[in-house]
């Protein structure tokens, strides 16, 4: 079977129920799946690399069957799949074909199993684990779930993704506290449906491919989840004009010269799929609501990127912007051509295509692309002009520690504390240092002072941030019990400073320290 071409037609989830079931009694999960082809083997599939796994698979076991079926997509005997799941229905609802000695279909889609012969899989199911431990499936095209058998690389148009980085990314900074109403805009194969559905009342999810709608489909029932609302179209039209307590969204950010391929390609001029994305969604959020992205911008000559990614933020919104790597712009068309398979192609053909990309960002004076993540939350007072937005935009390319759900939610939380206090106000209140911190003292070996002392946080993001010894001294007292006044105060007694001037200079120092996550306030 080809793993390029897409699937005429998609499987029915009737069975959905029996097939899980079948998955799970062969241990056909993550945890599994790496016991059976061992590190090498496993780590090797997200390299699209499928020799390991396939003599890791040379048995006849239920497990070996069903990831050379739907991880491998290699042909297995009927005898084998009536083994390992409940084939007869399995080709009925069309997860698997019956195939020609040459390993093409027969045409039979449907209908009994028969009594010899080869089937294959029609779409990838990847073992996925959820946050709480739950064995979920992702259900994709062939070859296009992140570690299968033939890595992406497809130029269909309609193509659906499996789960990968950005997914996965995306799924962990997102906030995960229980709501009413979630949307997944863009859903492709439906990993944000599925994780929202754990803690959403109801979920509805977007796409304008409907292939993908079919896919989150599959994706929700084979992992047990509750269906999700399905609409079809761009961005935000399918919903009319209801709001939800969340929104996700992985959208087609890729800045292309057209738009080829669904899955990638927003089909908007630049970056504007991206602002629009966030520009709309502001009036879409209920109040405390939040709207997170994964986002490409770009950085334009005479301009600052971060006064542009400022002017997204609607009205109405606090927002944290975090740009997590850029390219410029030589290595982002290398890298998109090679995802599409490009690179594979007639040279010329190539040459012409990526002159194309070029062309594009050397008409809209384009340097570079920023990846990175968008979180708006819709405050209220923000909205009613009672108070100002907070609007953070910072580059982090440093690693940070998923997952960051609670992370982001604890940031607008101490964005609405320090906008609460004046400095009188500060130096009233109390703190106690993040757990996760820790202190190093950085100088020359045998020295009898640092040269500078370092406050590190070991979780979350994972920041580090250098302070003078009073900064130093105030953190390490920071256990709630003084107020951040009367410590500063007895710090200046101890180092003979006047307190006066302490209690003027360091509001400031201790602002940025609560708003890095450093120091938690205690009311």
């Known amino acids: 079977m080809s793993t390029t071409s897409l699937t005429s037609r998609l499987p029915v989830p009737a069975h959905a129920a029996r097939l899980r079931e079948a998955l799970l009694a062969a241990d056909f999960t993550a945890d599994?799946?790496?016991?059976?082809?061992?590190?090498?083997?496993?780590?090797?599939?997200?390299?699209?690399?499928?020799?390991?796994?396939?003599?890791?698979?040379?048995?006849?076991?239920?497990?070996?069957?069903?990831?050379?079926?739907?991880?491998?997509?290699?042909?297995?005997?009927?005898?084998?799949?009536?083994?390992?799941?409940?084939?007869?229905?399995?080709?009925?609802?069309?997860?698997?074909?019956?195939?020609?000695?040459?390993?093409?279909?027969?045409?039979?889609?449907?209908?009994?199993?028969?009594?010899?012969?080869?089937?294959?899989?029609?779409?990838?199911?990847?073992?996925?684990?959820?946050?709480?431990?739950?064995d979920w499936f992702i259900v994709s095209d062939l070859g296009c779930a992140v570690g299968g058998a033939g890595g992406i690389g497809s130029k269909d148009e309609g193509v659906v993704l499996g789960v990968g980085g950005a997914s996965t990314t995306l799924a962990g900074i997102t906030v995960r506290t229980p709501v009413s109403s979630a949307l997944d805009l863009g859903t492709g194969s439906g990993i944000q449906a599925l994780h929202a559905a754990q803690h959403a009342t109801l979920v509805t999810a977007t796409d304008l491919n409907p292939r993908a709608l079919d896919f989150t489909r599959l994706t929700l029932a084979l992992s047990g989840a509750r269906e999700a609302e399905l609409l079809r179209g761009s961005l935000f039209e399918p919903v009319d004009g209801d709001t939800y307590d969340l929104i996700v969204s992985n959208p087609p950010f890729v800045i292309s010269p057209g738009a080829r391929l669904t899955y990638r390609d927003g089909g908007m001029a630049g970056d504007d799929l991206c602002r629009t994305l966030v520009q709309q969604a502001g009036e879409r959020l209920n109040d405390g609501g939040y709207a997170q992205f994964l986002a490409n911008w770009q950085h334009v000559e005479g301009e600052e990127w971060q006064d542009r990614l400022r002017s997204w933020v609607p009205r109405g919104c606090d927002a944290w912007i975090v740009q997590r790597e850029v390219q410029d712009v030589t290595q982002y068309a290398e890298l998109w051509l090679r995802d599409s398979g490009d690179h594979?192609?007639?040279?010329?053909?190539?040459?012409?295509?990526?002159?194309?990309?070029?062309?594009?960002?050397?008409?809209?004076?384009?340097?570079?692309?920023?990846?990175?993540?968008?979180?708006?939350?819709?405050?209220?007072?923000?909205?009613?002009?009672?108070?100002?937005?907070?609007?953070?935009?910072?580059?982090?390319?440093?690693?940070?520690?998923?997952?960051?759900?609670?992370?982001?939610?604890?940031?607008?939380?101490?964005?609405?504390?320090?906008?609460?206090?004046?400095?009188?106000?500060?130096?009233?209140?109390?703190?106690?240092?993040?757990?996760?911190?820790v202190q190093e003292q950085v100088g020359l070996p045998g020295a009898e002072d640092p040269e500078h002392v370092v406050l590190r946080q070991n979780r979350g993001m994972r920041r580090a941030t250098k302070v003078d010894h009073v900064g130093a001294g105030f953190a390490g007292v920071c256990d709630g019990t003084l107020s951040a006044g009367r410590i500063l105060d007895a710090i200046g007694q101890l180092m003979g400073e006047d307190p006066v001037l302490l209690r003027d200079r360091t509001p400031q120092a201790i602002r940025l320290l609560v708003e890095e996550g450093f120091l938690l306030p205690t009311a």
């Open 344 to 437: 594979r192609a007639d040279p010329a053909a190539y040459a012409e295509r990526y002159g194309a990309w070029l062309d594009e960002f050397e008409a809209r004076k384009t340097k570079g692309v920023g990846f990175g993540w968008i979180t708006l939350r819709k405050n209220a007072a923000v909205a009613s002009g009672a108070a100002e937005p907070s609007i953070v935009i910072e580059e982090w390319p440093h690693p940070v520690e998923q997952p960051l759900g609670d992370t982001v939610r604890a940031h607008f939380e101490r964005q609405d504390y320090l906008r609460s206090r004046d400095d009188a106000a500060l130096l009233a209140d109390h703190f106690t240092l993040a757990p996760e911190v």
């Open 32 to 134: 599994g799946l790496l016991e059976l082809l061992g590190a090498p083997a496993y780590t090797a599939l997200a390299r699209s690399e499928t020799v390991p796994a396939l003599r890791a698979t040379r048995g006849d076991s239920a497990l070996e069957t069903l990831v050379r079926l739907f991880l491998l997509q290699r042909p297995v005997s009927h005898a084998r799949a009536a083994a390992a799941l409940p084939l007869e229905e399995c080709l009925k609802d069309g997860w698997l074909v019956q195939l020609t000695e040459d390993g093409d279909t027969d045409g039979q889609e449907t209908g009994g199993q028969g009594s010899g012969g080869q089937v294959g899989a029609t779409v990838d199911i990847r073992p996925y684990g959820g946050p709480d431990g739950q």
